[in-house]
């Protein structure tokens, strides 16, 4: 399938394999389509069908409510092809940057699902071939018999990996993560699309970094430090991790966040409990890291307090905590927008 | 046209926003700031978001959505926006807010605006308005490139190539958009791409001629023109990647 795009900058042609949803196939092609979450959530990849006809692969995305069907408006993410069709993107489209990790669906193998607590879930996804990607970036994962994919941020990092780890966290009537949770088994074959997202570390920055974690937002993260510290980047400047659960039982990788610090001492980590105050003992265990009671945001606000000179910003998690986490850097911090990275795909 | 009444002062929060609509229709955002008011568009210029759901702290505007920045003095953008907002200029009388009648095209213009008033009144005055229907052709590849036209309203597409094998390349849909900037470059003698209307559309046009002989009585206005057009065409050079 002929796909054209009429951007307001240009046009593009690519082609689409059947069944293969537009904002996919361009994106592996080396088109920079406006996305965000990639499924059916943010409405940000909206276009325009100008000729041709597409199928609707989830009609009850959420997204759906920034487009108007009547005027012929659709998701990218969600159209698929039906011949040769011409859409209208009324945004500024360029060509991936070289040099950026490529963008491509392929086949993974589900490994060693684990329970960290008792609704987050470790697991990795293993690929007969490296796939590349950038700390914090995310990869959209389809299990076998569920409709959609859903997006998940890679826990680690590694040059050429062919192994992702990732965590889940079990939400009711959540496709992947019901499926993950119940009858999902080592081995069991997977879809998987990406590398996608732009709340990326790569070396070379000369901030302090401060990074705003809710619950499995911790995800990429995790990533972005181990990166970060692999890097040296904590040997001249400073860090902070905030990490937000609702009590110390909910908490996890905190031996992985333990040896972190210990290769990187100017790396402060602080585990944020919203609901029970701090419990000595069990904090105890863990004299590498700090436990303070609070949000994950007024944790953060205290510890960051007159620092905010030369700071980035790395900001994930659920809507509410990410909203808080942004206001206090923005409105308080008066950190610019440049200077803050997250992506929207909760 | 007379002012428009806004709002009321009370209506706007101390250092807050209040999306409002103005006598004859137009929405606008009101950010009170320090005792004064500010207005603009309503929504952010990157997506439909209501930018009276922004952050803001009674000096910066924050859209929500993507984090695009304003100074809410003067609507320039900060950080990581691409785009100023448009500003409506207002005025209080006792403990009513007023707007003044509607800028032009060129007076918000990607190239022309916040030029002195004097200069941006002498290139109006060369200004002819012109309204097309949808399918108009304005110009086609190797006509003469002497005018310059800034979109006032509606949409017009471009396309490289002739005939069968033309190719879309982009197209414009926002007020003081503006396209023909081969007439106020040096060599440039005629149309690389075509410009077509794709709805019911109306335009500033203006000889280039007659805009470079205003901006070369006014140097300043001139070279802040000339590093918006560089800037213009470096944006489209940067599209031209593979795919």
Sequence with gaps: MRIRINARNRGFQYEAAPGETVLYAGLATGIELPYECATGTCGTCKAKLIEGSVRDAWPEAPGRKFVKSAQGECLLCQCVAEGDVTLEVAKFVQSTEPGACPVAAGAGVLRRPKLLTHDVMAFDVEFEQARDFEAGQFMVLAAPGVPGYRAYSMVNYERAPRRLAFVAKKKPGGGFSEWLFGEASDGAALRVFGPLGKATFRPGITNNLACIAGGSGIAGMMSILERAVGEGHFESHDGWLFFGVRRLADAFFLEELTALRERAPRLAITVALSDEPVPAEEAGRWPQLAFEQGFVHEVARRALQGRYQNIRAYVAGPPPAVDAALRLLLLEGKLTADHIRYDKFS | MAKRFVCRVADVPQNGLKEVEAEGGLKMLVASAAGEFFGYQAQCPHQDVSLCEGLYDGAVLTCHMHLWQWDIRTGAPMGIAEAPLQSFPLTVEGDAIYTGPQPSAIDVGELFRGLPAATLAQLSSHAAS?????????????????????????????????????????????????????????????RIAGARCLENSTLL?????????????????????????????????ASRGSG
């Excluded at chain 2, 097309?132 to 597409?157: F, M, N």
């Design chain 2, 205 to 237: 046009r203006i000889s280039g001629k007659a805009a470079l002989g205003v901006l070369e009585n006014d140097p300043a206005a001139g070279f802040t023109v000339m590093r918006r057009l560089s800037g213009l065409i470096a944006r489209y050079l």
């Design chain 2, 130 to 190: 012109e309204s097309h229907p949808a399918g108009a052709v304005l110009y086609k590849p190797g006509d003469p490139s002497d005018d310059i036209y800034v979109l006032d309203a509606g949409r017009v597409e471009f396309s490289i190539g002739r005939g069968e094998g033309a190719a879309p390349d982009g197209f414009m849909l926002k007020k003081g958009e503006t396209f023909g900037w081969a007439a106020l470059l040096e060599g440039h003698p005629q």
